[in-house]
């Protein structure tokens, strides 16, 4: 059997603003072509399929198209778990969708296909464990471990386990991925996994293997965040007892971070070794003064222009709005002061602003 692992689609989600709808469809259709040309016989889509618990009608109709070609048309069998993206309510209708071969697990069950294994385990909160379980589990791990103790493995059938959370090997957080995270209690050690023959994660959105080969995270489909500009997206597909791959990604728009002075971002000799017309990009502006008109200075070159990033300040321009509303006259007027100039106001100067911010007020 030859199964193709992803996860983490995030149906529906929206970057700065942007609609990602678009760009999932292009890579759905990349996934699909995939599944043809390497004879895929199962795909494992393994959580966050949509971006909210709630997903909208167009994010719904996605995914519907994608079953129902992969499964009515190209004959494919799928296999599907909820993450902490989606809602219980995704399960409904999976009795009656099994005949179709189409299987979305919102519980804890295990299904056998074509002499394989499937042990399924959508996302829980630990709360939601305890409850489940009447049980009262001190962090996930042991959840996961007292369920994993209920698995009779029998070693002459091909076991895959499929599951969404944080998994780690020594409570090592994994660089770029701790976001993901609330902390150490959500952390699951892969060495209680060791014994499947494959384990399919999603949860992080890095291509990854986590202790052993075997254990591993197929990642994202798309870069949904700039902390994601350095990782390769890929599906993995597995031939059971043989060996598995990774089979690259290649999106509709790539994610790019662009950083020089204002003038530099804008001169043709710079922005031309960019597809600049076409990408998603976030500047980082280097000047130390005043920068007048960035965005649209930028957003004239670069359409698909993300974020702004004042290096000198350490502020985001886009998030300048909420942090005015948040701060005093005082703290407002000392951005103001040290943007201009690229110095600090001294102590006798920023009391005279006080003061006559003071006078002001009365």
């Not at 379980?133 to 698995?151: G, H």
């Not at 014994?195 to 992080?204: D, Q």
């Not at 597909?237 to 598995?244: G, L, S, V």
């Not at 998030?319 to 103001?336: A, G, W």
Request: glycine share 4%; net charge negative; aromatic share 12%.
């Amino acid at each position: 059997m030859r199964i193709l692992h992803t996860s983490d689609w995030h149906l529906g989600k929206n970057v700065n603003n942007y609609s990602m709808l678009e760009d999932q469809k292009y890579i759905l259709n990349q996934i699909k072509e995939i599944c043809i040309s390497h004879q895929v016989d199962v795909i494992i889509i393994s959580g966050d399929i949509y971006d909210r618990a709630v997903p909208s009608y167009e994010a719904m109709r996605v995914l519907e198209d994608f079953l129902y070609e992969m499964i009515n048309v190209h004959h494919k069998k799928i296999v599907m778990i909820t993450g902490n993206h989606d809602n219980e309510r995704l399960g409904f209708g999976s009795k009656l969708f099994e005949k179709s071969e189409l299987y979305i697990a919102s519980s804890i069950t295990d299904i056998m296909i074509d002499g394989v294994r499937f042990y399924l385990i959508p996302y829980f909160n630990l709360y939601q464990f305890r409850d489940m379980f009447k049980m009262n589990f001190s962090n996930t791990e042991e959840a996961y471990k007292y369920i994993i103790s209920n698995v009779n493995l029998n070693k002459e059938t091909y076991n895959i386990l499929v599951a969404h959370d944080y998994v780690t090997f020594n409570h090592e957080v994994i660089k770029d991925e701790v976001s993901e995270s609330i902390g150490g209690a959500e952390f699951v050690d892969a060495s209680i996994f060791e014994e499947f023959n494959y384990v399919a994660l999603g949860h992080l959105h890095g291509n990854h293997r986590i202790m052993k080969d075997h254990i591993r995270y197929s990642g994202s489909i798309l870069k949904y965040s700039f902390s994601e500009v350095n990782q390769k997206k890929s599906v993995t597909i597995i031939d059971t007892y043989n060996t598995f791959y990774h089979v690259d990604l290649k999106p509709r728009r790539d994610m790019v971070i662009i950083k020089g002075l204002l003038e530099e971002l804008i001169d043709p000799s710079f922005y031309s070794q960019y597809d600049y017309e076409n990408d998603y990009f976030k500047a980082v502006i280097l000047d130390k003064g005043e920068v007048i008109d960035a965005f649209s200075k930028l957003k004239a070159i670069y359409p698909n222009l993300m974020e702004i990033y004042k290096e000198s300040l350490n502020i985001n321009l886009n998030n300048l709005k909420r942090d005015m509303l948040e701060k005093s006259k005082t703290d407002l007027f000392k951005d103001f002061y040290l943007d201009v100039t690229g110095t600090y106001l001294e102590e006798d100067e920023l009391a005279i602003i006080k003061e006559n911010l003071k006078e002001e007020s009365r």
